[in-house]
């Protein structure tokens, strides 16, 4: 006698979308923009440019001036892109996201993944892949272009050279670039707008350092605003890459004194802290606010 054995369905089980498939994801999105290739490419001229026309400067005034060059010259005309490069990579940041938002496409993508701070983590870590990669490639010409012009008129020893500034060029360089990212990524989830975050990364980076610049001619009771602007992300980005080191480049964008006194300005390392720090307190804001909106 044979049982005849009776099954029940089974209920259909619910994938449950990675952090790995959710950057899978990530990955093929940021490079099916057109955005992503035009501003990787412009990431690697300007940083290539601006190294290409300080050496020139320093060549020339070194061949005609005698004034002294070291190595540490070298190494800061390769960063003297920074400041430029980082109005480009918070452009990048701010249209990984709000290109999702004026598309309507961020809907499907909460869709798939439900989990918004997931979403949110996954594509600023691979911005942030993105834009070290760029800027690795864009240094690594600009350090090679800075050493055929420069190098050849280096007077000084490598003594002068402090001992992390190779370092901080060709890989603090790259990794604050993927900071500066995240942090414009973070404006964009605030904004939820391409015009309205890109605004606010210029602001912030060009035009407010430029305005509180100004109160250093107001004289000994305006010392604290200087202070502040010298915290500000463009400002403790520079002081970082220069890493206390006395070059052309650097000296020729040093502080002012106000009425001989010295306005506060954070050493290289807290300079780093403070710019990856206004990287963390805004992403943190950006992704809180797309965790409490509505999407639509």
Known sequence: MSETATTQPRAPRT????????????????????STYVLGVLTIAFLLINSLMLGWMVSLLAGANDIPVGHEDIWSTASSGA??????????????????FSSSSIVSSLTVNPRRAMFMHAKALVVAAVTFLASLVGVLLAWGVAAAMVGSHVTTGALWTPAA??????????????????????????????VGGVLCVIVLCTIVPSVLQMTQLLGLRYVWITSVNNCLPANALSAFLSTGASSFANDASSIMLV??????????????????????????????????????
Request: aromatic share 8%; with cysteine.
């Open 15 to 34: 994938a449950r979308l990675t952090f790995g498939g959710a950057l899978r994801a990530e990955w093929c999105k940021i490079w099916s923009a057109t």
């Open 83 to 100: 400041g430029n490069v980082l109005i480009i990579v918070g452009i990048l940041g701010v249209m990984a996201l709000t290109g999702e």
């Open 165 to 194: 500034m190779p370092v901080v060029t060709l890989l603090g360089l790259p990794v604050m670039m993927a900071f500066a990212a995240v942090l414009a990524m973070g404006l964009g989830a605030i904004c939820r707008s391409t």
């Open 259 to 296: 009425d001989g006194a010295h306005p506060f300005q954070p050493s290289w390392g807290a300079a780093g802290a403070i710019f990856v720090a206004w990287s963390v307190v805004l992403y943190a804001v950006g992704v809180l606010m797309v965790r409490r909106r509505d999407v639509k």
